[in-house]
């Protein structure tokens, strides 16, 4: 049985890869780097705002901490998709304009396979890229000519996927291991196209792209102690190893003269131009049995010292790998959930009600200055989907609001919804008839 049902749900993540979109994004910030970084979070963590490197048990599936596996109840399967809808405000010079977003972000499933050992398979976005604006000079002109005005088109779309398996093993009670091994793959668009209002300059216009093709592993530890008949404190360790993703970014530079369409095309290759940081995280939470639970995370990525791609132009050897444009990236998380009593008969005593916070420090260095920080807070709430056989099963939504700013450079308001199904059935339970 436990075979037939995974079989299932490779089947419906497999369908939901068809219609499955990185996690929409209109930031200019994500022509930066490999995008916009997302935390792999599901529907349950993103009420708390991403908590959950130390939460395990309960209806959930928690790629955060490989490790939480393990706690799985043994007559369990569960399922969990997610999707999204967002709008930005971006805001600079006392102008501002608004974007909307929206896609299916996730699909995770989990079991137990064996005493003390559970499994999770799925597919989780890794970073997003997706940007389109545009600026316009005007060039003084020389005596007796005409006003000439130039304009830079930007644009980028991609993004990596991630598809993984993961196990964890509780070899001593209360000790558990676990790591999550993935594929990730996926391409990187961008494009700076020039042109002007005359046909007496030459534009210039560069392509950038790149197609990645790897792997990514992530390492959990939690360790639970149980306090009393009802309290437990868990503490959790992860570490994702960072490594070269073996890619060959490409830039491609044309030069058009306007007037006689020749066209002059200069390609450049870097030979394993990408790379992926190590990032470390441990985190902390108080459980009270199923009543309540708070936690926090504190994570670091490495990025200080990673390299990327860069067109320079005007020297020797134009398309370099350069160390300048990141920095080490900190992300601190507050939060919890309240259940009134989840076995009430009252529907409202049974729902959970989730809360969180976080601040994370800038990864981007943007012209020599510190790139944006972001503050952002979530509220939630999962909602039992009820029927005779179906009470472990749940709706989850939340909403998030978060901001980007640094001095001088585009701020960024985001109101995210997020909608998660977590399926959570009593699937190999024997039926005894008396």
């Not at 437990?232 to 073996?246: D, E, F, M, Q």
């Not at 020749?262 to 009270?288: C, K, M, P």
Request: with cysteine; net charge positive; glycine share 10%.
């Amino acid at each position: 049985m436990k075979i037939k049902h995974a079989v299932i749900a490779l089947i419906a993540i497999a369908t939901a890869q068809g219609a499955y979109a990185q996690g929409g994004t209109n930031s200019p910030y994500s022509q930066y780097g490999l995008g916009a970084l997302h935390d792999g979070a599901t529907s349950f963590n993103r009420g708390m705002n991403g908590l959950g490197i130390a939460f395990r048990g309960g209806p959930i599936v928690n790629p955060l901490n490989p490790a939480s596996y393990s706690a799985i109840d043994s007559l369990t399967f569960i399922f969990d998709v997610g999707m999204s809808g967002q709008i930005t405000n971006f805001e600079q010079n006392n102008k501002r304009i608004n974007a909307n977003n929206a896609s299916i972000e996730y699909a995770v499933a989990s079991f137990r396979a064996f005493r003390h050992v559970g499994m999770s398979f799925g597919l989780l976005p890794y970073s997003t890229i997706g940007y389109n604006y545009s600026n316009s000079e005007t060039i003084s002109p020389a005596l007796g000519a005409a006003t000439t005005t130039y304009t830079n088109a930007y644009n980028g779309s991609g993004g990596l996927h991630q598809a993984y398996i993961g196990i964890a093993w509780e070899p001593l009670k209360g000790l558990s291991a676990g790591a999550n091994i993935a594929y990730l793959w996926g391409s990187i668009s961008r494009s700076v196209i020039n042109s002007y209002s005359t046909n007496t300059v030459n534009t210039l216009s560069k392509y950038y792209d790149a197609q990645v093709r790897n792997y990514k592993a992530d390492f959990g530890l939690q360790y639970q102690l149980n306090i009393g008949k009802s309290d437990a404190l868990t503490v959790g360790l992860t570490y994702s190893p960072g490594h070269n993703l073996k890619a060959d970014p490409q830039c491609l530079i044309i030069s058009k003269n306007a007037e006689s369409g020749v066209a002059d095309t200069t390609r450049y290759t870097i030979d394993n131009g990408l790379a992926i940081a190590d990032t470390y995280g441990a985190g902390l939470s108080y459980q009270h049995g199923g009543k309540w639970r708070v936690g926090a995370d504190y994570q670091v990525q490495k990025w200080e010292n990673i390299a990327f791609p860069v067109y320079n132009e005007g020297t020797q050897t134009r398309y370099t790998l350069s160390e300048k444009y990141f920095q080490n990236r900190t992300r601190i998380t507050l939060g919890g959930e309240y259940c009134p009593d989840e076995l009430s008969r009252n529907y409202f005593k049974r729902m959970r009600y989730r809360v969180g916070a976080s601040y994370t420090s800038p990864q981007l260095n943007i012209n020599q200055a510190d790139g944006p920080k972001e503050i952002s807070v979530s509220a939630g709430f999962s909602f039992p989907i009820t029927g005779m056989y179906r009470r472990r099963s749940h709706l989850n939504i939340s909403a998030q609001w978060a901001r980007q700013e640094a001095k001088g450079m585009i701020k960024e308001n985001t109101f995210r919804l997020n909608i998660g199904l977590t399926f959570n059935e009593r699937w190999f339970a024997k039926w005894k008839v008396e």
